[in-house]
């Protein structure tokens, strides 16, 4: 018999009477108002968890559409096993301290390693997974749904996700799978917090019948609101005094004022980068990964989302990119890869670096 939290029984008495009485489910927001959550997303976990024990079947992109199932074996209410897992396996798992993973490049599922780190511990984490099977990565494959759950689970409130992905073309047809892993990542609970482009500013002409594709989607996603936002700066055009429009009186005259042109504004959410050899990063070793995302990528992410002493994580990391940047900029990493090859070279890339001690 699958046990229930006390809160989760109570999320479901809740659901249950509502459906009785209304007859339609309530809404995330409903629920939310209900037990006064911060979060949307807390109802979110509450809903996925109820759904992954069989107790609540819930249809992927409608609103209002949870439903209880009528035979589900009804657990005991408290005493209660207060763990869970948002991942494939139905037994609690017992998490260990985060302090176990930390400044670690770990060779394993990535899945399977974060089903032992505990919730709420990880600031940002910055990654790319294989794309459509686009490339051989050693013959290895990955579980998309386990790893966003997981994934969800692991990041603290206010933390971040960066989801760097292209998409596969076949017989000339995008694969969109990007779009369809960005959606399965807000029914999950993460928020789009933005949609950004990774440009690449050098790239092969490919398609003859279509134009050089020299983009990546980076989903930005939250985890409730980001706690830490450091926007970066570019400088502008024009700076220094001008001659500036200001608001139109009655006369309907459009007057002109000496103002001050700001010298710096944000940036933009395209964000470009040149690739290969010292444009991803001047590091020959890393081209032994055949996918490597740009080292300032990495960095501008960390910058953007986290404080010193955050901890960055990236749970495919190749090469080992986003730990190396996390490390130059003085926050805690853990990376995971399934290849052993990639790995070590990861392990090889920071040592060269200075950047690995142990
Ligand atoms: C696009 S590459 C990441 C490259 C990285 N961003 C970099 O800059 O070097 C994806 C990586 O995912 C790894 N991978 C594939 N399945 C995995 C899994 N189940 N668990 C952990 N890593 C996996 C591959 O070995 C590959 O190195």
Not at 45 to 72: C, P
Not at 288 to 308: G, N, R, Y
Request: charged share 25%.
């Amino acid at each position: 018999m699958l046990t229930l939290t006390k809160k989760q029984k109570l999320f479901l008495d809740y659901i249950t009477k509502f459906i009785e009485k209304n007859g339609y489910a309530p809404s995330f927001e409903e629920i939310k108002k209900h037990f006064k959550l911060s979060a949307k997303s807390t109802v979110h976990q509450h809903i996925s968890t109820l759904t992954e024990k069989g107790f609540l079947n819930k249809e992927h992109y409608k609103a209002r559409a949870i439903s209880v199932v009528q035979d589900a074996p009804l657990s005991p209410t408290p005493p209660y096993t207060p763990t869970y897992s948002y991942g494939y396996k139905e037994q609690p798992i017992q998490h260990e301290k985060i302090d176990n993973f930390l400044n670690k490049i770990i060779c394993g599922d990535a899945v399977e390693i974060m089903e032992k780190m505990p919730d709420y511990s990880i600031d940002l984490t910055v990654t790319s997974p294989p794309y459509d099977e686009l490339r051989n990565y050693n013959g290895y494959h990955f579980n998309f749904e386990g790893m966003a759950k997981n994934l969800f689970r692991v990041t603290k409130n206010g933390g971040m996700l960066v989801w760097v992905v292209g998409d596969k073309i076949k017989n000339g047809n995008k694969s969109l799978t990007s779009f369809k892993q960005a959606l399965f990542f807000q029914e999950i609970g993460f928020n789009v917090h933005d949609v950004m482009i990774y440009k690449k500013k050098n790239t092969p002409f490919m398609r003859t019948n279509a134009y050089t594709n020299c983009f990546e989607f980076m989903f930005v996603l939250s985890k409730g609101r980001p706690k830490i936002f450091n926007p970066l700066k570019v400088k502008t055009m024009r700076q220094g005094q001008e001659m500036l429009p200001f608001n139109k009186g009655a006369d309907g005259i459009n007057k002109k004022i000496l103002g001050e042109l700001k010298s710096e504004k944000t940036k933009t959410n395209i964000w470009e980068y040149a690739v290969g050899l010292h444009g991803t990063t001047s590091d020959k070793i890393a081209f032994e990964h055949p996918a490597i995302f740009p080292e300032k990528l990495a960095e501008d992410h960390i910058i953007s989302w986290t404080k010193e002493g955050d901890i960055v994580f990236d749970p495919m990391c190749g090469s080992g990119t986003t730990c190396k940047m996390a490390i130059k900029n003085n926050r805690a990493y853990i990376g995971c890869d399934i290849s052993k090859e990639y790995v070590d070279l990861t392990n090889h890339r920071l040592k060269a670096q200075g950047l690995r001690l142990f």
